[in-house]
């Protein structure tokens, strides 16, 4: 008996016990509780207090007033930050201004960061974590409505996994929404005060490079401009000297960027050189250049890159305590997590070594498709394993390459920027439930068939065992996971998406703007398939090529509902709004399928183009499809070598025109031809040179065109009409880059797309 008196009075106190616990912070709409603040509050808690009380009467329409610390203790209380009110925290839990605690007390609630953005971040976490808010985009946020908001005891303390969260997305230039997600917002930027590829800042190509060559890197015996040499005293000695006047004039930047330039020319004068073959890599002199402006500037930060040619450490010459690495993962692929790479020349085996050596590492991640912002990029199986990779060499900021602010409308860039935020505070969270939890509230019943869609392109991607890299483009996927039959199922499932909410304005229309990446792939495949179903263009009941209805459709859904996305909507890293695509797009379709008497005519190959360029094969040069400034579509390239075909016309014409158009693209080796030499024959055999054309290319690199835009070049040349049945085209190519390009002594390329023949 005594036994089931004790056990009924054990259960009766823990129910009191739970009863107790339990925070009644809202009743019906009101509330007794109040908001205290410090009466000399930091900006940062002042806004909590703001953004509390706003979203505690957007949910329950009850008003919290704000009061001073300095006003009596009460019994309802909502302590934010550490005030006269606070019960001591213990805040050696707590190892950065980021981190916080949230915690219940006797009915009070306390929301304590140790300084910094600490409370701020703890007010959304409270408001998302126990109230149901989320912040799903910069636009969509979503308050739960409730009458009465009841809480259990609090109990939670959260330090970040890293120091430094950048996701470089449109939805970043929202202060709001970085607040919110415990990003880098607009003032946390002005921490640096140079970002990335800084030499030509701190030495001007235009101010020295005339009159002090010597100044800059010497490559293959000449000097040129691209990267500075670091062995020069001179060079050092202005660096510094520029580097000390601009922290002058920006003394609260505390990150200086002293870093190369985005090129491969790095110096190889002897003394650069040796030091460089010793370390076993050109980050050694890179390095110890940095290290001694380093050394000038002891109380701030200087960054340098470990990119592309720097990516490998030095053997021995280690970055000072006040030297940051930078290291980028740019040439790797997505298809898999990078640490399932263990080669010694790996991206894994490059963070290691770094990570020997110093506990002073930025990584600069790529998460997106960078030549073609748009394009369906599968790599969310790789976010979390990547990032807890960057977490365990003890990297302590992250910078996610996204598609930049200046874009609305790049894959999934809401959800990405959303997981990617949640995982540099903790990378342990569970992802699939994250991405449910936003699929469901940002798309609502269509958020199912996103799901499927994702997952279906994740596994095709695998299945196929691609490469998904970032400067890939959707032609080049057109075998593996957008191959044809796939895109009809991943429209399926859009079209089930779109019908799910088609009575819902808001989710029907983000729903359309998750589809563009799918009809920007279609557009960039039709313009290599051609003609037929899936092409750019068909024939009409007489016979004749017409621009696909299906196409047309296409373009003008993808205007429309671009910019439905958004204001600034871009297609690649270059800007390419995509009103300049589509009217490029256009331009392509009205000027191709324009080839009187070549069109669809056999071509002989003397020299065999690239299989990297292949375009559409053997008949790339009749097939009436023209390329754009994009050289991977509708080119066919030659590495190092003439270009040499004779079209078969199939009987004898009168001619009076050949025209062809070749790529200028000097920054990727793709050079005009030097010389072209147009023959015709009538047996195929003996062929007589109607026409020649030399071209003068640059002779430096201050002549060659600056900036990476493909340049279309026409070669027209009318001739005295002459009766013929084969043309024979001679492109004569440079054959290697020029001695004063970063590509020498490698093959130069010559690019074209179309033979006319009128």
């Not at 998904?468 to 032609?475: G, K, T």
């Amino acid at each position: 008996m005594k036994i089931k008196i004790f056990l009924i009075l054990t259960i009766a106190l823990s129910a009191l016990k739970a009863e107790v616990q339990k925070i009644n912070l809202v009743e019906k709409h009101k509330s007794k509780y109040c908001i205290v603040l410090s009466s000399n509050a930091s900006k940062w808690d002042s806004l909590a207090s703001k953004e509390l009380q706003n979203y505690i009467k957007l949910i329950s329409g009850a008003y919290l007033p704000i009061i001073s610390d300095s006003s009596p203790v009460s019994e309802y209380e909502i302590i934010l930050g550490q005030n006269k009110h606070s019960k001591d925290p213990d805040l050696s839990k707590l190892n950065s201004d980021d981190s916080y605690i949230i915690e219940s007390e006797k009915g009070n609630i306390y929301l304590t960061g140790r300084k910094g953005k600490g409370t701020l971040y703890a007010v959304y976490t409270f408001l998302e974590k126990y109230l149901g808010c989320r912040a799903y985009s910069s636009k969509v946020i979503v308050t739960p409505k409730k009458s009465s908001i009841v809480l259990s005891k609090l109990d939670l303390i959260e330090n970040p996994a890293f120091d430094y969260r950048d996701v470089h997305y449109f939805e970043q230039s929202s202060d709001d929404y970085c607040h919110w997600q415990k990003l880098l917002d607009s003032e946390g930027k002005k921490t640096w005060g140079l970002y990335v590829h800084t030499f030509q800042t701190l030495l001007p190509v235009d101010k020295y490079f005339k009159s002090h060559p010597e100044y800059f890197a010497l490559r293959n015996g000449i000097r040129v401009p691209d990267e500075p040499c670091l062995s020069n005293p001179d060079v050092l000695k202005i660096m510094t000297e520029e580097l000390r006047k601009r922290i002058k004039d920006n003394p609260n930047a505390k990150i200086w960027s002293v870093s190369q330039n985005d090129n491969y020319g790095y110096c190889q004068c002897p003394e650069c050189s040796r030091l460089d073959s010793i370390e076993g890599s050109p980050s050694a002199s890179v390095i110890n250049f940095v290290n001694k402006i380093a050394r000038e500037f002891p109380d701030r930060t200087i960054s340098t890159l470990a990119y592309q040619y720097s990516r490998k450490a030095p053997k021995t010459v280690k970055p000072e305590k006040n030297v940051n690495i930078m290291l980028c993962t740019i040439e790797c692929y997505r298809t898999k997590p990078l640490e399932t790479d263990s080669s010694s020349s790996s991206f894994t085996s490059d963070l290691k070594e770094w990570a020997a050596v110093t506990n002073n590492i930025m990584i600069w991640d790529y998460v997106v498709q960078f030549t073609n912002l748009m394009s369906p990029f599968p790599n969310f199986q790789v976010l979390q394993p990547n990032i807890q990779l960057f977490k365990k060499y003890n990297a302590k900021m992250i910078f996610e390459q996204g598609a930049g602010p200046g874009s609305e409308a790049s894959e999934f860039e809401e959800l990405r920027c959303y997981i990617l935020a949640k995982l540099l505070w903790n990378p342990k969270l569970n992802v699939d439930s994250l991405m449910n939890d936003f699929l469901t509230g940002y798309y609502g019943k269509a958020g199912k068939y996103i799901k499927q869609y994702i997952t279906l392109m994740k596994d095709e991607l695998l299945k196929s065992k691609a490469n998904l890299w970032i400067y890939a483009n959707p032609v080049e996927s057109m075998q593996n996971y957008l191959r044809p039959e796939l895109m009809e199922k991943y429209n399926g499932l859009f079209d089930k998406a779109e019908r799910a909410v088609s009575t819902q304005a808001e989710f029907l229309s983000r729903v359309k703007a998750a589809r563009l990446p799918i009809k920007y792939a279609m557009l960039e495949q039709a313009k290599v398939i051609g003609t037929g179903k899936n092409g750019t263009f068909i024939k009409d009941n007489s016979g004749n090529f017409v621009v696909s209805p299906k196409i047309k459709k296409l373009l003008e859904e993808f205007s429309k509902e671009s910019k439905l996305a958004g204001k600034q909507t871009i297609v690649n890293e270059k800007a390419l709004s995509t009103d300049t695509y589509v009217s490029r797009y256009n331009a392509i379709l009205e000027k191709s399928m324009k080839n009187p008497l070549a069109l669809f005519k056999p071509v002989k190959f003397i020299t065999t183009p690239s299989s990297k360029y292949a375009a559409n094969g053997t008949q790339s040069l009749t097939d009436g499809l023209c390329g754009d400034e994009d050289h991977h579509f509708n080119w066919l390239g030659f590495e190092g070598e003439d270009m040499e075909v004779i079209i078969d016309l199939q009987k004898q014409v009168e001619i009076k025109k050949v025209s062809t158009d070749f790529l200028e693209l000097i920054y990727s080796w793709i050079f005009p031809p030097e010389q072209i030499d147009i023959s015709v024959s009538e047996d195929g055999s003996s062929f007589k040179t109607v026409a020649t054309q030399k071209i003068s290319l640059p002779q430096s690199v201050e002549e060659a065109p600056k900036g990476e835009r493909s340049i279309i070049h026409n070669y027209s040349f009318n001739l005295a009409p002459v009766k013929a049945r084969y043309v024979k085209v001679l492109a004569k190519s440079i054959k290697n880059c020029p001695i004063w390009h970063a590509g020498y002594p490698y093959k130069a390329w010559i690019f074209t797309d179309e033979i006319v023949v009128e």
